[in-house]
């Protein structure tokens, strides 16, 4: 709900309105997960999820932050290691990244919301992230993959990134 469809409730009240929208959808979207459990194939659940990417994407403004490296994926990656702490090898032959989080906690907000209680599965969002990241960067389809992650009992979320 944007700022002004508070209009006319007292500062409490839009606290209030906007902390219930707040909960309702993060606790909406962590009921859904366990319901799909088992009733989706793998990959169409990996698609559904990777889709969903985009309200984490669109909220953080990923698309101005990675605009200034487009076209430019050796600028890019020197930003990820600096400024987010990732380690990254990039083998230029194979157009493979792996990329290292370099943390020992999920970053996903509805993990951090609901304190790391959900499925395993919404790590197929963190690669439907990262495909919107390096593909915005590359100017070039990527495939994502989450080989190790928190939410999976390894000690920091890494990815392959296919550029294809």
Known sequence: MAENDHAGLDTHQAQEQQNFEEGFVVEWALNLLPVRDG???EETEATILRGCAAAHYHSANMDELVFQYHGNINEFLPFLSEMWHW?????KESQIITADENKSVCVCPLVQKNKGRVSTSLCHCSEGFAERMFSAVTGRNVQAKVIRSIL???KSCIYTIQIL
């Open 87 to 91: 380690k990254i090898v990039y083998d």
């Open 39 to 41: 009733h989706l194939t």
């Open 152 to 154: 999976r009992g390894d």
